[in-house]
T-cell receptor, first 114, second 109 residues
Framework: NAGVTQTPKFRILKIGQSMTLQCTQD?????MYWYRQDPGMGLKLIYY???????DKGEVPNGYNVSRSTTEDFPLRLELAAPSQTSVYFC?????????????FGSGTQLSVL | QKEVEQNSGPLSVPEGAIASLNCTYS??????FFWYRQYSGKSPELIMF????GDKEDGRFTAQLNKASQYVSLLIRDSQPSDSATYLC?????????FGTGTQLKVEL
C-alpha cells in the first residue's frame, strides 16, 4: 500500500516554462488536495477535489490548474512558471471532510523557478 | 481571514522534560483541531486531533482545547530527541482547514 505518491521530488524551472506535478493515491479516497508550503509559512490550499470530475479553488489558486479524471490521480499544472511559485508542493488525500478526518500527505515536490 | 497562530520557536527543552506547544485560532466556527509533526524535508504526519473541550491523551501526547479562549495546545511528556521537529497546528475541516506556521521543537540531550 503506497499511500500518496508524488513525482517528481525536485524540479528546477525557468521563468515561463510549464510543468505538471503528478499525484496518485491507492487508498480509494474521494477527497484530494494540493498545498504549497513556503519557508516559515503554513500550508496553503491551492486546489481540491471531492471526486472524479469535480475540482474547486482553494486559498491560492492563481497560476495553477488541476484536473481529476480518475479517483486515483490529481495532477497540478503550472502553465507559466514564476519565481513566486518557488515552494514545496504537497498532495494530500482524505476519506471525507468529516470533523476528525486526517490528511494523508505525499512526500512533496520541491520546485524552484529561476 | 481565518488565522491559526503559533510561536515559530525554536522551543528548546531537555530530554525527559515536558514540551508545551501552543496555538490560537480566530475562527469560532472551527470544529476540529489537528497537530501534525513535520521533520525537516519531510511531509506532515498526524499526531492528534481534538474537537471537544478539555484534554485528550494518547501515549506521551496530550492535546488540550479551550473553545472559549480559542486556544489549542499540545503537551509532549518525557520528550525525546526523536521529537525534534516542527509541529503544525491546524483548525477546521476538509477544504476549510487552516494551518499555522508551525513551532520548531528541539529536544536537547
Amino acid at each position: 500500500n503506497a499511500g500518496v505518491t508524488q513525482t517528481p521530488k525536485f524540479r528546477i524551472l525557468k521563468i515561463g516554462q510549464s510543468m505538471t506535478l503528478q499525484c496518485t493515491q491507492d487508498m480509494n479516497h474521494n477527497y484530494m488536495y494540493w498545498y504549497r508550503q513556503d519557508p516559515g509559512m503554513g500550508l496553503k490550499l491551492i486546489y481540491y477535489s471531492v471526486g472524479a470530475g469535480i475540482t474547486d479553488k482553494g486559498e491560492v489558486p492563481n497560476g495553477y490548474n488541476v484536473s481529476r479524471s480518475t479517483t486515483e490521480d490529481f495532477p497540478l499544472r503550472l502553465e507559466l512558471a514564476a519565481p513566486s511559485q518557488t515552494s514545496v508542493y504537497f498532495c494530500a488525500s482524505s476519506y471525507s471532510f468529516a470533523t476528525n478526518e486526517k490528511l494523508f500527505f505525499g512526500s512533496g515536490t520541491q520546485l524552484s523557478v529561476l | 481571514q481565518k488565522e491559526v497562530e503559533q510561536n515559530s520557536g525554536p522551543l528548546s527543552v531537555p530530554e525527559g522534560a515536558i514540551a508545551s506547544l501552543n496555538c490560537t485560532y480566530s475562527d469560532r466556527g472551527s470544529q476540529s483541531f489537528f497537530w501534525y509533526r513535520q521533520y525537516s524535508g519531510k511531509s506532515p504526519e498526524l499526531i492528534m486531533f481534538i474537537y471537544s473541550n478539555g484534554d485528550k491523551e494518547d501515549g506521551r501526547f496530550t492535546a488540550q482545547l479551550n473553545k472559549a479562549s480559542q486556544y489549542v495546545s499540545l503537551l509532549i511528556r518525557d520528550s525525546q530527541p526523536s521529537d525534534s521537529a516542527t509541529y503544525l497546528c491546524a483548525g477546521g475541516e476538509g477544504n476549510k482547514l487552516t494551518f499555522g506556521t508551525g513551532t520548531q521543537l528541539k529536544v536537547e540531550l
